[in-house]
């Protein structure tokens, strides 16, 4: 409201009206125009008035607004960033759960491993004990066989022996 007064408008309409009434009055039609004319300087003046309150109001309107939008857009990015630190929290225990769930497996094979190697260990020992049990029973049966052989040929010798003898006093006898 650059160059008016305030309550300007009213005190020129109320002037304008005054020299408009004066002029009738008097008689002198320069008067009523300049009336006139101060009437509607007043109401250009009280519309411009008014369309500045309304311009100031509606800046004002579009602020509150511009205001409302960007908090709605900074809430909508803070519910984003909390959407994407809550995914990547899930994302992550998910990852630790499927982590503890392979080492819990590789767990459960090692220990299966372990176990077979454990059996055919005790296998291996087993088999090694019968081994050895069976060679100690067949150098067993060796040793006796070669005693039996030692004397099988002993009383061979022996009847040999006995043959020659035997040849002898019958060829001494004869």
């Known amino acids: 409201m650059a160059g008016t007064r305030p309550g300007g408008g009213l005190v020129d309409k109320i002037v304008g009206k005054a020299k408009e009434a004066a002029g009738k009055v008097l008689?002198?039609?320069?008067?009523?125009?300049?009336?006139?004319?101060?009437?509607?300087?007043?109401?250009a003046r009280q519309e411009?008035?008014?369309?500045?309150?309304?311009?100031?109001?509606?800046?004002?309107?579009?602020?509150t607004e511009r205001e409302a939008a960007a908090v709605a857009v900074e809430?909508?990015?803070?519910?984003?960033?909390?959407?994407?630190?809550?995914?990547?929290?899930?994302?992550?225990?998910?990852?630790?759960?499927?982590?503890?769930?392979?080492?819990?497996?590789?767990?459960?094979?090692?220990?299966?491993v372990d176990a077979r190697e454990e059996q055919v260990h005790e296998a291996a020992t087993a088999a090694e004990v019968e081994a050895r049990?069976?060679?100690?029973?067949?150098d067993a049966k060796a040793a006796a066989l070669e005693a039996e052989a030692d004397r099988a040929d002993a009383i061979a010798g022996s009847l040999a022996s006995a043959e020659a003898v035997l040849a002898q006093s019958e060829e001494d006898a004869r």
């Open 133 to 138: 049990r069976t060679a100690a029973a067949a």
């Open 27 to 43: 008689d002198r039609p320069d008067l009523v125009e300049e009336g006139d004319l101060q009437q509607e300087r007043a109401a």
């Open 75 to 112: 809430q909508r990015e803070l519910q984003l960033e909390i959407e994407a630190d809550a995914e990547a929290e899930r994302l992550e225990r998910e990852r630790r759960q499927a982590e503890a769930e392979v080492a819990r497996r590789a767990a459960a094979v090692e220990a299966a």
């Open 48 to 63: 411009a008035a008014e369309s500045e309150i309304a311009a100031a109001a509606a800046a004002e309107e579009a602020a």
